[in-house]
């Protein structure tokens, strides 16, 4: 079934006079299990996009149904609250807390779900063998590489077990070899049936995912580059 659908999103800033349409008219579908990359280059929409999927902001126009539930413009309260319980959050730096271990800054995420005390160590190793972490459990975050540190952030926002985990640059603070370690996990968590939804400006990011748009001055558009190899066909 449909996860999210977004139908004639428009936002719109004022700033001293001045519009500036962040969204134009955005509509997209994303079904339960999709891996979706949305790429594009910095100012696009792109971040604004992300503020509306997570229930971070609201459109100026438009219909926004999560798992059905209209969604656009409910209290701030309300979002927050839908947020906690099915939206898991990756940005590109960790935020984890460097005088916790690994397995702490896990379980933390809970209280702010407000989920039983019980069981809660088990859940979060439970995330954490997920992405391949647990035997860094115990670590201080300050002793893993950036790879590890973006994996236990991820096992983070698992614990919840959100409908959806939306990513923003989650790879932009990686080498390369750290960045491919990340998108292997995402890859595993999509086969696991997760519905993931990638925002990035780096098309190798955008190329793991199994469908792809792009948005362009605040429009979504299928992606080109996603059928590049095939350009040259008559």
Same mark, same amino acid.
């Given at each position: ?28 579908? %994303? ?90 160590? +088990? ?35 698992? %614990? ?14 990686? +080498? ?7 998108? +292997? ?31 362009? +001055? ?17």
């Amino acid at each position: 079934g449909s996860l999210i659908r977004l139908q004639g999103i428009k936002k719109v800033f004022y700033t001293d006079e001045v519009e500036t349409h962040a969204l134009a008219d955005v509509h997209l579908e %994303i079904k339960q299990g999709d891996y979706v990359s949305i790429a594009g280059p910095s100012g696009c929409g792109k971040t604004t996009l992300l503020s509306l999927l997570g229930l971070l902001d609201t459109p100026t126009e438009g219909t926004y149904l999560l798992e059905g539930w209209p969604v656009a413009n409910l209290s701030a309260a309300e979002r927050a609250r839908i947020r906690n319980r099915r939206i898991g959050f990756i940005f590109q730096a960790f935020h984890l807390m460097p005088h916790r271990s690994v397995l702490e800054n896990v379980m933390l995420a809970e209280l702010y779900i407000g989920r039983p005390r019980k069981g809660r160590r +088990d859940r979060a190793m439970a995330a954490l063998d997920r992405v391949s972490l647990t035997e860094r459990a115990t670590f201080s975050p300050t002793k893993l590489s950036g790879g590890q540190q973006q994996r236990a952030a991820i096992a983070r926002a698992l %614990i919840g077990e959100p409908s959806l985990l939306l990513a923003d640059e989650p790879t932009g603070n990686l +080498d390369t070899r750290n960045a491919e370690g990340v998108l +292997d996990v995402f890859r595993d968590l999509s086969a696991e049936g997760l519905t993931l939804a990638v925002i990035t400006h780096d098309d190798h990011v955008a190329s793991r995912a199994s469908r792809r748009v792009r948005i362009v +001055d605040g429009v979504l558009m299928p992606d080109r580059m996603a059928s590049a190899p095939d350009a040259g066909a008559p």
